[in-house]
């Protein structure tokens, strides 16, 4: 059965850093595209990363390249999001989520999300 | 980017009807990789729909989907308490994927 679980969501203060995991399970991680989805307080769905199988590829929407960074673990199969700089408007459930099992980026298998809250 | 309008924002029914949730995006979605998700309160989003008409594991035939090009259709049958939630569509078509703002199907 394939199980994702979030950590690491926490308070942080503006301009600062955290790091979120993806711990998998019931599939190698590696062989599949993974993806970070927000969702701020009431708000909907927003993609915040993703990587593709083998790690060859990673995307990032426009509102955070350059201060997140998508990442995995081989051996510990776990799925990570740096986030470095952060800011009031990066406040949001953080959901982790894998690919489906036929063809395309849709969103099979998430997580139950993690949430950060920016603020002094 | 692909933007995905859905409409109407707010449906507001009652359990046995039907429902029909629309999701238009700006640019034709030419490999028919479109998906639609269901949120509830408080839960992660479940993938419903993939590939505009295939339903997920475990998803109930009152939910099904259609649609091509620019426009495309979530339809639930009869609803059942449970289905009262939000709905997002998403295209996979183009890079960046990108997702709906979400309809509130509400009773």
């Known amino acids: 059965e394939v199980q994702l679980l979030e950590s690491g969501g926490g308070l942080v203060q503006p301009g600062g850093s955290l790091s979120l995991a993806c711990g998998a399970s019931?599939?190698?991680?590696?062989?599949?595209?993974m993806i970070w989805v927000r969702q701020a307080p009431g708000k909907g769905l927003e993609w915040v990363s993703a990587?593709?199988?083998?790690?060859?590829?990673?995307f990032y929407a426009d509102s955070v390249k350059g201060r997140f960074t998508i990442s995995r673990d081989i051996s510990q199969n776990t799925l990570y999001l740096q986030m470095n700089n952060l800011r009031a408007e990066d406040t949001a459930v953080y959901y982790c989520?894998?690919?489906?099992?036929?063809?395309?980026?849709?969103?099979?298998?998430w997580g139950q999300g993690t949430l950060v809250t920016v603020s002094s | 980017e692909i933007v995905l309008t859905q409409s109407p924002g707010t449906l507001s029914l009652s359990p046995g009807e039907g429902a029909t949730l629309s999701c238009r995006a700006s640019?034709?979605?030419?490999?028919?990789?479109l998906a639609w998700y269901q949120q509830k309160p408080g839960q992660a989003p479940r993938l419903l729909i993939y590939?505009?008409?295939s339903r997920a594991t475990g998803i109930p035939d009152r939910f099904s989907g259609s649609g091509s090009g620019t426009d495309f259709t979530l339809t639930i049958s009869r609803l059942e308490p449970e289905d009262f939630a939000v709905y997002y569509c998403?295209?996979?078509?183009?890079?960046?994927?990108?997702f709906g703002q979400g309809t509130k199907l509400e009773i």
């Open positions: 019931g599939f190698t991680l590696n062989t599949y595209a």
């Open positions: 998403q295209q996979y078509d183009s890079s960046p994927q990108t």
């Open positions: 640019q034709s979605i030419s490999r028919n990789y």
């Open positions: 989520a894998r690919v489906g099992d036929r063809g395309g980026w849709y969103w099979g298998y």
């Open positions: 590939g505009v008409s």
């Open positions: 990587i593709g199988a083998g790690a060859v590829s990673t």
